[in-house]
């Protein structure tokens, strides 16, 4: 936790390396001091075919989800740290956002909450 999933225009591939754009994500989310380094997932999801309003080109949107506990303002600074990064290596793209959702911890699951040797229910262990 977090996942920061980016859907973009398969041009924006053109100007700038998948890794660039997965490490702005990652190294602002890791700046905000808010989740353990080695916990920061980001993926990229590129799209050949989408439909903007007229004289738009191109599109990046970074959904973010993350574990429940942080504030609004701690959320705003998440968010704007990451738009500001791709707004460097995006100065002209016509639609830049970003969106911050959370988990809710009591239905969240994933496979070491469910391992038996898990007795204190750490959603880190065996990691």
Same mark, same amino acid.
Request: aromatic letters at 12%; hydrophobic letters at 35%; proline letters at 5%.
């Given at each position: 936790?977090?996942?920061?999933?980016?859907?973009?225009?398969? =041009?924006?591939?053109?100007?700038?390396?998948?890794?660039?754009?997965?490490?702005?994500?990652?190294? #602002? $989310?890791?700046?905000? &001091?808010?989740?353990?380094?080695? =916990?920061?997932?980001?993926?990229?999801?590129?799209?050949?075919?989408?439909?903007?309003?007229?004289?738009?080109?191109?599109?990046?949107?970074?959904?973010?989800?993350?574990?429940?506990?942080?504030?609004? &303002?701690?959320?705003?600074?998440? #968010?704007?740290?990451?738009? $500001?990064?791709?707004?460097?290596?995006?100065? =002209?793209?016509?639609?830049? #956002?970003?969106?911050? #959702?959370?988990?809710?911890?009591?239905?969240?699951?994933?496979? $070491?909450?469910?391992?038996?040797?898990? $007795?204190?229910?750490?959603?880190?262990?065996?990691?």
């Amino acid at each position: 936790m977090p996942h920061f999933i980016i859907e973009c225009s398969q =041009d924006l591939l053109q100007q700038r390396t998948p890794d660039e754009i997965m490490d702005s994500v990652y190294k #602002s $989310a890791d700046s905000t &001091e808010l989740f353990a380094p080695n =916990d920061i997932k980001v993926r990229l999801r590129p799209y050949e075919y989408f439909k903007l309003g007229e004289q738009k080109n191109n599109f990046l949107h970074v959904f973010g989800y993350i574990m429940e506990g942080r504030n609004t &303002e701690q959320k705003a600074e998440l #968010s704007k740290k990451i738009c $500001a990064q791709l707004t460097v290596l995006f100065p =002209d793209i016509s639609f830049l #956002s970003v969106n911050i #959702s959370e988990f809710e911890s009591a239905t969240y699951c994933n496979k $070491a909450l469910i391992n038996p040797e898990n $007795a204190d229910q750490n959603r880190h262990f065996g990691l």
